[in-house]
Every structure is written in structure tokens, then in C-alpha cells.
Nanobody, 121 residues
Framework: QVQLVESGGGLVQAGGSLRLSCAAS????????MGWFRQAPGKEREFVTA????????YYANSVKGRFTISRDNAKNTVYLQTNSLKPEDTAVYYC??????????????WGQGTQVTVSS
């Protein structure tokens, strides 16, 4: 009954931006750290970013630091990922995750189905 549903992916040119959303239901959203992971073609799933339960602390993979911003709206049970200055290597399926973990070691207890981000050169 826990559901995480991502949206907002698409095809953009290098240097462009997308705002991804993840709508959560079936869990007490405000008690969970939330995160984003991605999986590129032929590669393993990797951590992108996470945000703590209150939205006051964030953590980013070095590959996206300074370009991506995670945020959350607990009143809407939604977490966002603003992606700026996109590069072709950002092309991946982006997955939303919820977990009771420190954000620096974020793991997914629950996962969304993913949304495709494709960045053309």
C-alpha cells in the first residue's frame, strides 16, 4: 500500500533543466528521509541525493553537487528534484526512495517505479 510515484522526466538538451516530483502515499511521510537514485543504461543504480525528515539537511553525490537541488513539502507528501545544467551523463531512470536512514548513508526502504531523464548533446 506504500506508493512512491515519480513524474517530470523527459528529453532535454545539454544545459537544460527538469523538475522531478515524487508523490508519496501509504506512509507517514514526515518521519522518513527521502532520496533520489538513478540508473543509467548498463550501469548499477547509484545514489544522487537525500533530504532528512524535516527538510533542513541535504546530502548530494559529488557528481550532481551544485547542479541539483532536493526539496520536500511535507504538507503535500511530495519530494522534488530540481536538475539544472544537465549533462548527457545524467541520462538515467531516476528513482524516488523513502527510508529510515541517515541521509549520508541513505537506503531505500520503499521505491518508486522511476521516471526517465534523457539529456541529448
Amino acid at each position: 500500500q506504500v506508493q512512491l510515484v515519480e513524474s517530470g522526466g523527459g528529453l532535454v538538451q545539454a544545459g537544460g533543466s527538469l523538475r522531478l516530483s515524487c508523490a508519496a502515499s501509504g506512509l507517514t511521510f514526515s518521519t522518513y528521509a527521502m532520496g533520489w537514485f538513478r540508473q543509467a543504461p548498463g550501469k548499477e543504480r547509484e545514489f544522487v541525493t537525500a533530504i532528512d525528515w524535516s527538510g533542513t539537511s541535504t546530502y548530494y553525490a559529488n557528481s550532481v553537487k551544485g547542479r541539483f537541488t532536493i526539496s520536500r513539502d511535507n504538507a503535500k507528501n511530495t519530494v522534488y528534484l530540481q536538475t539544472n545544467s544537465l549533462k548527457p551523463e545524467d541520462t538515467a531512470v531516476y528513482y524516488c526512495a523513502a527510508g529510515h536512514h541517515p541521509i549520508a548513508t541513505m537506503r531505500g526502504d520503499y521505491w518508486g517505479q522511476g521516471t526517465q531523464v534523457t539529456v541529448s548533446s
